[in-house]
């Protein structure tokens, strides 16, 4: 989904920097306009350093907004350079953002629809936004999160979905905690739960976490004839604006034409992070 274009290059303010989770970390930062106006599934572009290495910005999906505070907080994984210069700077401290950047999750118009939200590791940042979002026009319980993860201490997030109100389920590749397997098959037995329960209502699903997670969801998705299947990708990045090319992933052209031979390299930066699954082309 897109909208006005309200995009600041600030440099702000870290006032809260916590470890949540074994190498993830959480900040808050001060910009009011990205606190304002971002949409749940946009990024923004963070340059962690004033120096060469990482030279380029890192970008990180929009976790939470308080836009009475003028804050908003990023989640994310320590696992190179740029995320452990990020962790290293401390409360006080200024870093430069962009944002907010790319498309966002489309909740719809439709008061009566079931939407069941699926986060994979850091996934969980953006799926945080959009739960608190989807409560706040539609009601908590429309929404069901679930929560994958190998283990059980990598499971993000969870007390802050049942903090605002939705119904959680959680996945762990090893049993440590809550359903044993990937949460992608938690996912296709909850669409049949939900069918049962609620058969005149629409189910929309949205999903963020790592590729193959998301190629499953999109697999699921198609299986189960769900209309409406929305994915926030997570491609390496270099100018963040739509000029290097250097995020492309193949689309169908047009959208959905299911036609094999009508594709064209899309742009996650600027065409995504959010697209609907029946537009991508899986290899
Ligand atoms: C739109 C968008 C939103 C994102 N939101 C978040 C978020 O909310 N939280 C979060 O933890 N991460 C998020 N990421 C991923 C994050 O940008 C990368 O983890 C970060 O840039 C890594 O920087 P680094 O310098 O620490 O690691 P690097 O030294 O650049 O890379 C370390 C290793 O990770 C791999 N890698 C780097 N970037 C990615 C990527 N995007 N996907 C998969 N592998 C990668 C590299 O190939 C390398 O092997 C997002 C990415 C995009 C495109
Ligand atoms: S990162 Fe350069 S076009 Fe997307």
Known sequence: ????????VADCEIIEQVEVAPHVFRSVLVEPTIARTSKPGQFVNVRVCECYDPLLRRPFSVHAVDPEKG????LYDVIGR???LLMEMHVGEKVSVVGPLGSSFDVGEDPSARHILVAGG???????????????????DKVTVLVGAKTGTALLCQAEFVAHGVEVKLATEDGSFGFKGFVTELLASHIEESKVKNPDSAIRIYACGPMPMMREVAR???????????????RTMACGIGVCMGCVTKAQDG????????WHYSRVCTDGPVYDAKELIWE
Request: with cysteine; net charge negative; proline share 4%.
């Open 1 to 8: 989904m897109r909208d006005e274009i309200s995009r600041v």
């Open 71 to 74: 804050t908003f907080s990023l």
């Open 82 to 84: 740029g995320t452990k």
């Open 122 to 140: 850091c996934g969980a940042a953006p799926i945080h936004f959009l739960s608190d979002w989807i409560c706040k026009k539609h009601g908590c």
């Open 220 to 234: 699921v998705c198609g299986e189960q004839g769900i209309k409406s299947c929305q994915l926030s990708l997570e």
């Open 255 to 262: 959208c959905c034409s299911h036609h094999p031979d009508e």
